[in-house]
């Protein structure tokens, strides 16, 4: 009931809330598809990185969830953690931590509201139907609760939705634009479809591309559900490993997460894999929503032209278009993923600063950030692979 006192509390492991709860709220609405919409932020896909060791004592990220309860029901739930660095977040504050450090201040530790090693969009502030209001509120309240009594620097809330971040806006808090690059399925029935949505040029360069990068020598293979063998987990940890220790040093995830993924989580996941003789040599490890496709590892044991490509962009659209996906998130960054038809999108952040001069300091550069990252959107998108309206089609 609307008028019953909201109890928030603070969980040191996903362990003491229970998986139909946090559920409830994290993906509240059958899909009608079986899938979670936002696999990320389910409690298989959360414990999974605390059970592995991914996440939890000295790794930096120390799992703090909220919980929110009215009439002796969640309404509410956030995955919160205490931050010892900002590694593994994807929206960059370490001139943030350099200026307050060099001021005199202590920035680590710090809160952050997200999905570890993961810059997907998404509810972060998550809530039972009918609760939005309430819920949003009081995890916010929650979070700035914890942050004060604890001497924090601040709380950040990473990759969540429009709607949170009016929201949060609303509550006081300062508001950070960022982009990435979706794809979308503009209701294409095949990938050729897309493809005459292109200019010529850029429809001849893609299909010149796929070709050369289907040459490698071998066969493609894309694997979900029960299709999936330990195997194929030993492949998928020996890319990831090669890929994170040329991007982060070391890896984030632990090889048991793998494993439990296997046992948990292979109908939420999407493996394609460029084999030959049975034997992977690339492969890219996605994540599948009700409505979304979520690109996020990539590896390869051999260097093929354009095979990154073929797997990481090229395979996930034609399956998501299989599947009658909306939408293919393809990971941080990267304007090369222009000219293969992923435009750039908004993404949105909250932040709450302790310290009241550091917080106005913060508010004014954000402020011209998000124009510069407005720009961005703009310009890019004018740039995009597809074609103008009194442009003619040379095939």
């Known amino acids: 009931m609307d008028g019953d006192p909201i109890e928030i509390t603070l969980h040191q492991s996903l362990d003491s809330i229970p998986a139909t709860e946090w559920d409830a709220c994290a993906d509240p609405v059958p899909s009608g598809t079986g899938r979670a919409q936002n696999p990320f932020v389910t409690h298989r896909f959360l414990r999974a990185l605390e059970e592995s ?14 919980t929110a309860k009215a009439g002796g029901e969640t309404i509410s739930v956030a995955p919160m953690y205490i931050k010892q660095h900002s590694q593994g977040e994807y929206v960059f ?73 009016q929201n949060g806006q609303e509550m006081g808090l300062l508001y950070r634009t960022g982009q990435q690059f979706h794809w979308l399925n503009e209701g294409y029935a095949t990938f050729d479809d897309f493809l005459h949505a292109l200019s010529s040029r850029k429809r001849k360069n893609i299909r010149k591309e796929r070709a050369q990068a289907q ?10 559900g029960g299709d999936i063998q330990p195997q194929h987990w030993d492949a998928m940890w020996r890319f990831y490993q090669d890929t994170g220790a040329r991007k982060w040093g070391t890896p984030y995830l632990t090889r048991a997460f793998f494993d439990i993924l296997h046992q948990t989580m292979r109908d939420d996941t999407l493996l394609i894999f460029a084999e030959r003789d049975g034997a992977p040599v690339a492969g890219a490890m996605n994540m599948i929503g009700s409505d979304t496709l979520f690109g996020r590892y990539w590896g390869c044991v051999e260097h093929h032209p354009a095979l990154h490509f073929e797997l990481c962009y090229y395979q996930a659209m034609d399956w998501a278009i299989a599947q009658g996906l909306s939408s293919v998130e393809a990971g941080a960054q990267g304007e090369h993923k222009l000219a293969r038809g992923y435009l750039p999108v908004t993404t949105h952040s909250l932040h ?12 004014h550069y954000l402020q011209e950030e998000r124009e510069a990252v407005s720009q961005d959107v703009e310009v890019l998108t004018s740039y995009g692979p597809f074609k103008r309206s009194n442009e003619e089609d040379h095939e």
């Open 93 to 165: 504050d370490h001139n943030w931590a350099h200026a307050y450090e060099q001021a005199g201040g202590r920035y680590y530790p710090k809160l952050q509201t997200a999905v570890p090693f993961s810059p997907v969009t998404g509810r972060r502030l998550l809530t039972r139907p009918g609760w939005e209001a309430a819920g949003q509120s009081a995890l916010v309240q929650g979070m700035v609760q914890v942050g004060t009594d604890n001497g924090l620097s601040g709380a950040h809330i990473t990759f969540c939705t429009p709607e949170e971040a």
């Open 215 to 224: 040459a490698f020598g071998g066969e493609i293979v894309c694997l979900t």
């Open 352 to 363: 709450w600063i302790q310290d009241p001069g550091f917080r106005d300091a913060i508010d």
């Open 53 to 66: 060791g991914s996440v939890g004592s000295g790794t930096g990220w120390l799992p703090r969830h909220l």
